[in-house]
């Protein structure tokens, strides 16, 4: 074995000699290129929609990577362009990176700001560093309230009925009560979204951030595809639900379709609840429907066992949208030899019982492993399907030690097996051998992206040989191991990936409020606390961003997880592999035949003609492997928020005004030696839940991120429902939905001032009274016109012994613009008779002209 070094990007001719035979291989230069460097600027903003004229909070976080590992580009200059949705630059200028290696800052929107996409881009051109985000800007009125669709089972079976959900509830927390519902149903054929393998490997402590593959559960209106089976309306009751129910048929009358084409059907179900104030706001779920219920699967804690040892096994069961389900069956433990005579494995059955996985859908199975019977076993599960049939699942393992000889498998070449399916720093890596000869060589090395480790000349003296190779930083995330055996002029090789998921990277950070709910107004501390993977504190740069959920109905946030953004792919390795036939060939050299110099690679015999396309593949089956105290000020309040909010009770109320979209924007907000930090926030007018969106990083490149919630409500509360701008010669009604939340019905004092506009009913009319029931509201309605330009103010008032509130809204009126004239002409013949009128004063002249003739002479 010989080792040397090759600048990246560059070519080499190998050549080898032993006495009189020489052999040679060029190296090309693309196999020498380095993948182990990547740069990473992680943009974001404070909230994924605004309006024209709102500021917009961006950050970035920025990292260069080196032969594998992160370094900060502290102290660096970067450049930060903003385009619109025209492409037109709102923003460029350059920032310098503070000591965590992140920049932030505003930029302010024009009035005049073109709706729709807006970009930010981050780049470095000395580092060659590129980063981007998006962010909607939009004229929209949030809503006030959410709807959710779900279905009391989580799958069906082809034929029955559905029976759904509706449920919608304000965003400071009270149901929609007596609410018009209007639902459809719609039908589309499914196929399955994860591999079965995929989900078993989950076992395997990988995180969800890490190489994720979900797909997003998010229901997508009008699929294409799809065709309507059912729609039907309703009202909800004062719990703000809604239940209905449908048959779950897999094709149409006059369809063709077999069922056996689609694994399943998805059943799409949406809802649209319109509320007192008009307003319409659907929610959508997603119902499975198939002909089985379950899938089952199997995975092994490890893949290799020694004698004695306690072998554990997952025992797990799915639906068919992924989720855990129990299930009963039975469990077998099987060994498997290889019977060269029928090429066929014989099985025995070891272990034959009945068990039941609970409703988590997961159950784990302890057997021993026999002492003096080295082998191949088979942990396999059939589980009995709910709805009809069964669903099997399965997994092998080997049994074997150092001083294990034989396992009664096919051998094939080389291969490797490896003892579990992931690992992390300081774990030993244990792997098996198998050798289809004795008393043979292999080279063994793994390639870790950065370089070979652990090379080594292996002896095979037996058909199984143990090799224990030491995890370290280095293996993280993905290494792969390789080895290479020559046998009577045949070359034979496999690999295996070797899996360490970055969780020492990343940061545990829980964030909270003080409280559960709030008042509006009042004010609050949000909490952070932030630690290692093994719970120790640090000290970190955290970005805090807090904001109306409601605006997640508008616009879905654009910000990934960054987790997966720094330590979520696994990383590409590339290792070249050739030999020196294919040099003879490449040159036009004389060869011998090829069947003496045939490749085994990863158990697929190749012969080295097919790799320049003049011979096919002949397949080898394989042996299968199982698997401080920092404080920051939150926005400017208006002055009026130092009320006492002791004496709205029973008195004047107060006014409600301030309905920002988001309360708080803190890019740098560090965390003591304790781990800890914390920031006052608060509260606006607006009756909601808040999100409290959390991104952290440390100067050693731990990074985190979490999210966190809040109320803001109260028990008798106006809500006014006004357009976003009225035209000037408009006539509308405004309506105000007076909600009662405490234990017992209510008499409320309802009344509307106006400024700007001028009403259409009495000034008694103004002002009523309306019983509420509890938990129950009512809406009134006035009229008015708009007959100025200008701004327009409401203020709504609910007044109570108990508890009052006031909300004052503004809108522009705009300008009436130009009336529009339909003008149609002919001929009366002699049967027409006509006036004109003419009217002048000191601005204008005004002509009237009159036409009278018979309607039957228009044609």
């Given at each position: 074995m010989a080792s040397f070094s090759i600048e990246s990007r560059r070519g080499a001719l190998i050549v080898a000699r032993f006495g009189e035979d020489i052999a040679f291989v060029s190296l090309p230069a693309y196999a020498t290129e380095r993948w182990d460097s990547r740069n990473v600027a992680y943009v974001y903003t404070d909230r994924p929609v605004y309006r024209p004229t709102e500021k917009v909070g961006w950050k970035a976080i920025i990292r260069v990577q080196r032969e594998g590992k992160y370094e900060n580009l502290a102290g660096q200059t970067f450049r930060v362009e903003v385009t619109d949705s025209r492409g037109a630059r709102v923003l460029q200028d350059e920032f310098v990176a503070n000591e965590f290696g992140t920049i932030s800052g505003e930029v302010a929107l024009g009035q005049q700001a073109p709706l729709g996409v807006y970009h930010i881009h981050v780049s470095d051109r000395a580092t060659r560093t590129h980063g981007y985000a998006s962010f909607r800007v939009e004229e929209y009125k949030k809503p006030e309230y959410e709807v959710r669709v779900s279905t009391v089972e989580k799958i069906y079976k082809v034929g029955s009925t559905i029976q759904a959900r509706v449920q919608a509830q304000y965003y400071f927390g009270a149901p929609v009560a007596n609410a018009h519902v209007r639902y459809e149903v719609r039908r589309q054929p499914r196929w399955w979204w994860m591999s079965y393998e995929r989900i078993a490997q989950r076992g395997q402590d990988l995180p969800d951030w890490f190489e994720s593959e979900r797909a997003d559960q998010r229901v997508k209106r009008r699929a294409g595809g799809a065709e309507i089976v059912a729609t039907g309306e309703g009202s909800t009751d004062e719990k703000g639900t809604f239940e209905f129910e449908f048959t779950a048929e897999a094709?149409?009358?006059?369809?063709?379709?077999?069922?056996?084409?689609?694994?399943?059907?998805?059943?799409?179900?949406?809802?649209?609840?319109?509320?007192?104030?008009?307003?319409?706001?659907?929610?959508?779920?997603?119902?499975?429907?198939?002909?089985?219920?379950?899938?089952?699967?199997?995975?092994?804690?490890?893949?290799?066992?020694?004698?004695?040892?306690?072998?554990?096994?997952?025992?797990?069961?799915?639906?068919?949208?992924?989720?855990?389900?129990?299930?009963?069956?039975?469990?077998?433990?099987?060994?498997?030899?290889?019977?060269?005579?029928?090429?066929?494995?014989?099985?025995?059955?070891?272990?034959?019982?009945?068990?039941?996985?609970?409703?988590?859908?997961?159950?784990?199975?302890?057997?021993?492993?026999?002492?003096?019977?080295?082998?191949?076993?088979?942990?396999?599960?059939?589980?009995?399907?709910?709805?009809?049939?069964?669903?099997?699942?399965?997994?092998?393992?080997?049994?074997?030690?150092?001083?294990?000889?034989?396992?009664?498998?096919?051998?094939?070449?080389?291969?490797?097996?490896?003892?579990?399916?992931?690992?992390?720093?300081?774990?030993?890596?244990?792997?098996?051998?198998?050798?289809?000869?004795?008393?043979?060589?292999?080279?063994?090395?793994?390639?870790?992206?950065?370089?070979?480790?652990?090379?080594?000349?292996?002896?095979?003296?037996?058909?199984?040989?143990?090799?224990?190779?030491?995890?370290?930083?280095?293996?993280?995330?993905?290494?792969?191991?390789?080895?290479?055996?020559?046998?009577?002029?045949?070359?034979?090789?496999?690999?295996?990936?070797?899996?360490?998921?970055?969780?020492?990277?990343?940061?545990?950070?829980?964030a909270r409020f003080d409280r559960d709910s709030y008042r509006p107004r009042q004010r609050g501390v949000l909490r952070l606390e932030a630690k290692t993977w093994d719970g120790k504190p640090v000290e970190g740069e955290f970005s805090v961003a807090i904001y109306d959920k409601a605006l997640e109905y508008i616009a879905d946030s654009f910000r990934p997880d960054i987790r997966s953004v720094f330590y979520g792919k696994k990383r590409y390795l590339h290792s070249y592999f050739d030999f020196s036939y294919n040099e003879l060939q490449k040159h036009g050299l004389s060869v011998p035949p090829p069947t003496q110099y045939d490749v085994i690679y990863q158990n697929e015999y190749e012969s080295p003609r097919r790799a320049i396309g003049r011979a096919a593949l002949s397949e080898r089956k394989m042996l299968a492997a199982a698997p401080t105290m920092a404080r920051s000020e939150a926005e400017a309040v208006p002055a009026s928020a130092a009320m006492d909010m002791a004496k709205e009770e029973g008195g004047a109320p107060l006014v409600r005004r301030d309905f920002r979209d988001r309360i708080l924007w803190q890019p740098v907000l560090k965390t003591n030696s304790d781990g800890l930090a914390e920031i006052e926030v608060a509260f606006p007018d607006s009756l909601t839940t808040w999100k409290a969106d959390v991104v952290g990083v440390t100067q050693s490149h731990l990074v985190g991120n979490v999210t966190t919630e809040t109320i803001v409500e109260k028990k008798i509360l106006v809500r006014l429902e006004t357009p976003r701008f009225v035209r000037e010669r408009d006539e509308l009604t405004i309506s105000a939905n007076v909600h009662n939340y405490l234990t017992e019905a209510q008499r409320v004092r309802v009344s509307l001032d106006a400024d700007g506009l001028t009403w259409s009913s009495t000034e008694d009319e103004r002002t009523t009274v309306v019983e509420i029931e509890a938990n129950g509201a009512r809406r009134v309605d006035w009229r008015l016109r708009a007959t100025a330009v200008g701004p327009a103010t409401l203020r709504a008032e609910a007044r109570n012994d108990a508890e009052s509130d006031a909300m004052e809204v503004r809108l522009p009126v705009l300008p009436h613009g130009i009336d529009r004239i339909v003008v149609r002409s002919g001929s009366t013949l002699d049967l027409s008779s006509g006036t004109r009128t003419v009217v002048r004063n000191s601005k204008e002249t005004i002509i009237t002209e009159k036409l009278h003739f018979p309607v039957e002479r228009i044609r």
């Open positions: 094709v149409g009358k006059g369809q063709k379709i077999a069922q056996s084409q689609f694994e399943s059907y998805e059943f799409v179900i949406e809802a649209t609840v319109t509320d007192a104030s008009r307003r319409a706001i659907s929610g959508a779920t997603s119902a499975i429907v198939g002909e089985k219920a379950l899938v089952a699967l199997v995975s092994a804690e490890r893949s290799i066992y020694v004698p004695g040892e306690t072998v554990k096994a997952r025992i797990a069961t799915r639906n068919l949208r992924g989720d855990s389900v129990a299930s009963s069956g039975t469990l077998y433990v099987e060994k498997l030899q290889w019977d060269p005579a029928t090429e066929k494995d014989l099985v025995t059955t070891i272990v034959e019982e009945r068990i039941r996985v609970l409703a988590e859908g997961e159950w784990v199975y302890a057997w021993r492993a026999p002492e003096g019977q080295a082998g191949r076993y088979r942990i396999l599960y059939i589980a009995d399907d709910p709805f009809g049939g069964t669903s099997s699942g399965k997994t092998e393992i080997t049994i074997a030690d150092p001083f294990t000889r034989d396992i009664q498998v096919r051998y094939q070449g080389i291969q490797l097996v490896l003892d579990k399916g992931s690992y992390q720093p300081g774990e030993v890596a244990r792997v098996l051998v198998l050798s289809e000869w004795v008393d043979a060589h292999a080279w063994l090395w793994v390639d870790t992206g950065t370089g070979h480790i652990e090379q080594k000349v292996l002896p095979l003296r037996y058909r199984t040989t143990f090799v224990e190779l030491p995890i370290t930083e280095a293996f993280v995330p993905n290494s792969e191991l390789h080895v290479i055996m020559v046998r009577d002029k045949h070359v034979f090789r496999d690999s295996k990936e070797i899996i360490v998921p970055p969780t020492r990277q990343v940061l545990n950070i829980h």
